[in-house]
């Protein structure tokens, strides 16, 4: 595998694989990887002649600087991992090689960016579009993958794939759990062994709803969900909404829509965790 740190270099590699004909998978991380970002890497491995990891804890992205400060890195382990796994190329910028200047550019994702995320992180979105943005202009995929972990994000990385009119195909892959359910998250190596523990309620409590939701209104399965959450001591809730898979917009009952997602945000001590879980998925 190689390691690469800046576009030039990685243009020109890429350029060469292009006029031999093979296709390209890109699969964007901020690192500290673990087996969520493993199971993106297999898919573009085994869907392309040529994969390349994206290494770039964007800073753009970041509405709280400690969260930026604290956000966990390991380029050194990430290689070693991406090696095994036969990525072709680890594309590992400075800040200064992404961001030659500030970035400017204010996308418009409303109204995908107006709820969950967006309340609670303003200018989030805007910072996962510039870097994408910039990160699909120095690659050039012909596939790109996204895990479903970051519903939201990867529903807004569609909308800005059809706003720039790129032709990349965008793969939302599965959430890749723990054995006992947590959802994979590189955020997860901040939380202490009590509150690793506590997480473990997240995806139960999401579990659980689903066969609630089997006998109940979908307004009855939000507030199991939201009375579950709040009753735990160290947890803080920032939102639960069931939207529409698509739209992202909140629905009212479970005929509106043949595809409906349950999605979560909380403080677990200071670390903010999300998920989601899928009721309904027709398709
Ligand atoms: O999901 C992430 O890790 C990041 O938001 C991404 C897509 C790599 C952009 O920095």
Redesign the pocket.
């Known amino acids: 595998m190689r390691v690469v740190s800046t576009v030039a270099e990685l243009r020109s590699i890429l350029g060469e694989c292009r006029a031999a004909k093979k296709t390209i998978g890109l699969v964007?991380?901020?690192g500290a990887l673990h087996n969520g970002h493993a199971s993106l890497v297999e898919r573009s491995v085994a869907g392309n002649d040529v994969t390349v990891v994206?290494i770039?804890v964007?800073p753009t992205?970041f509405n709280d600087k400690n969260d930026l400060m604290n956000y966990p890195r390991n380029v050194e382990a990430d290689c070693a991992l991406l090696d095994t796994l036969n990525a072709d190329i680890a594309f590992v910028p400075e800040v200064e090689e992404m961001y030659p200047e500030p970035d400017t550019r204010v996308f418009n994702f409303a109204p995908l960016d107006s709820v969950m995320e967006g309340p609670f992180r303003p200018g989030h979105f805007n910072g996962?579009a510039q870097?994408?943005s910039k990160l699909f202009y120095a690659v050039e995929p012909d596939r790109a993958y996204?895990?479903e972990k970051?519903f939201q994000?990867l529903a807004i990385i569609r909308e800005m794939v059809r706003q720039l009119s790129l032709n990349i195909e965008i793969v939302g892959c599965p959430i890749v759990r723990e054995a006992d359910g947590l959802a994979m998250s590189s955020r997860n190596m901040l939380l202490s062994a009590e509150e690793r523990e506590r997480a473990l309620i997240i995806s139960r409590t999401l579990f659980k709803s689903a066969e609630y939701a089997r006998e109940h209104s979908l307004a009855a399965t939000k507030s199991f969900v939201e009375e579950a959450i709040n009753a735990v001591d160290g947890f803080r809730l920032e939102y639960f909404q069931i939207v529409d898979g698509n739209t992202l917009q909140p629905v009212g009952e479970w005929d509106d829509s043949n595809y409906i997602v349950g999605c979560i945000a909380l403080f677990c001590g200071k670390i903010r965790l999300i998920d989601n879980i899928k009721y309904k998925e027709v398709k």
Do not use: E, K, L
Request: aromatic fraction near 14%; charge should be negative; glycine fraction near 8%.
């Open positions: 964007p991380t901020m994206s770039f964007n992205q996962v870097i994408v996204f895990g970051d994000q």
